[in-house]
Each structure stands twice: as structure tokens, then as C-alpha cells.
T-cell receptor, first 109, second 113 residues
Framework: DAKTTQPPSMDCAEGRAANLPCNHS???????VYWYRQIHSQGPQYIIH???NNETNEMASLIITEDRKSSTLILPHATLRDTAVYYC??????????FGKGTLLTVNP | NAGVMQNPRHLVRRRGQEARLRCSPV?????VYWYRQLPEEGLKFMVY????????ESGMPKERFSAEFPKEGPSILRIQQVVRGDSAAYFC???????????FGNGTRLTVT
């Protein structure tokens, strides 16, 4: 599975968009990009995933560059409850998720 | 709709005892996965089960650990003769199919004294 690089931490003001970057320069053609988050002491929560095209759901948008070497998770209107560690994972098979250190997003009032 | 239910939430065992961790998947989900999170580390895949079958146990320690998902009832992760290094949060996840995103429970925190 391809390795990902994420900034260790980011801050965002409540109500503003949070843009979380992820580099995955060694991604292969059949590997998906998954995003999960883990709020303190809870289990990981699935957010979104994509292969090539940009994706949007009720939680977030996922923008994948044309060469697929990087992506950005966008939370359009961050709230205090979005404070969590966000994990970007690239993989071929869904169940063998490899969680790195992720990005700790802190949403400030 | 109930999500993935894990119990107990917290479990304390002395060295050498057995630990049994239970996981009830989302209703209708027949695929169950166990992950372990050591303190200050990321989650690591342990085992993937489908009703009555172990599909992939490549992340399970070779000794003392076993998992089952019977036809009826919850999935069980069993750790025999626990050691201090087994202290961790154990998360269960389920999905309706291998291609679907995983739904995680809130974990069982095992402390070995």
C-alpha cells in the first residue's frame, strides 16, 4: 500500500472551511484514497473515499489531483465537534486499513 | 439504528488471565474486523472474519490470540494468558461487504496489571 504524508496538526476557525492535505506520490492505479477521523477516545469514523474523480457527501468533499499524487479533504463549515485526528489512507483492499499518525485538526471558537 | 457495539468498554485483567472482547456488528453486516491501537500509536489490522470463517488473520499474533464470529451471536476476540504488552484499545468494525467502508465501534480498553 502507498505511504501517505500529512501535516501533524492544523488549526481552523469555527464556521470556516478546513482543508486537510495529503500527499500520496506512490499511489498505484487501483488504489483508493480513504479518509477516516478519530475523535478522542472513540472509534474511527469513515468520512469519504475516491479513486480518480472528486467526491462529495454530507460530511465532506474530496479533491484528488489529476495525477492522483495528492488529495485534499474539505470540511466546508467546520464546527467544534470536528476537532479530531484525520487519517488519509491509500489502499487497494478496504479492510486492511493502515492508520498513520494523521493530522490533528483543532477547530477554535 | 444501532452501530457496532463493543463490550466491555473497559477491561482490567491480571497477567496470566484470559480476556474476552465482544463485538456485535451493525445489523445486517456479515463482515467483521478487529484492530488494535497501542498507546500513542496508530490502529493496526488484526483479523477479518465473515460468518463462521476467518478470511485474513495476517495481523494476529501467532500465539495466545484467537477470534471467532459464530453463526449466531457476537464476534469474540480472545486473548489467553495476557501480558502487559497486550494493554491497548481493541476496535471492532463491520461492513455489509468487503468493498464497503468500515463502521467502527468505540472499542474495548484492556489494561493488564
Amino acid at each position: 500500500d502507498a505511504k501517505t504524508t500529512q501535516p501533524p496538526s492544523m488549526d481552523c476557525a469555527e464556521g470556516r472551511a478546513a482543508n486537510l492535505p495529503c500527499n500520496h506520490s506512490t499511489i498505484s492505479g487501483n488504489e483508493y484514497v480513504y479518509w477516516y477521523r478519530q475523535i478522542h477516545s472513540q472509534g474511527p469514523q469513515y468520512i469519504i473515499h475516491g479513486l480518480k474523480n472528486n467526491e462529495t457527501n454530507e460530511m465532506a468533499s474530496l479533491i484528488i489531483t489529476e495525477d492522483r499524487k495528492s488529495s485534499t479533504l474539505i470540511l466546508p463549515h467546520a464546527t467544534l465537534r470536528d476537532t479530531a485526528v484525520y487519517y488519509c489512507i491509500v489502499m487497494e483492499v478496504n479492510y486492511k486499513l493502515t492508520f498513520g499518525k494523521g493530522t490533528l485538526l483543532t477547530v477554535n471558537p | 439504528n444501532a452501530g457496532v457495539m463493543q463490550n466491555p468498554r473497559h477491561l482490567v485483567r491480571r497477567r496470566g488471565q484470559e480476556a474476552r472482547l465482544r463485538c456485535s456488528p451493525v445489523k445486517g453486516h456479515s463482515h467483521v474486523y478487529w484492530y488494535r491501537q497501542l498507546p500513542e500509536e496508530g490502529l493496526k489490522f488484526m483479523v477479518y472474519l465473515q460468518k463462521e470463517n476467518i478470511i485474513d488473520e495476517s495481523g494476529m499474533p501467532k500465539e495466545r490470540f484467537s477470534a471467532e464470529f459464530p453463526k449466531e451471536g457476537p464476534s469474540i476476540l480472545r486473548i489467553q494468558q495476557v501480558v502487559r504488552g497486550d494493554s491497548a484499545a481493541y476496535f471492532c468494525a463491520s461492513s455489509p461487504s468487503p468493498e464497503s467502508p468500515l463502521h467502527f465501534g468505540n472499542g474495548t480498553r484492556l489494561t493488564v496489571t
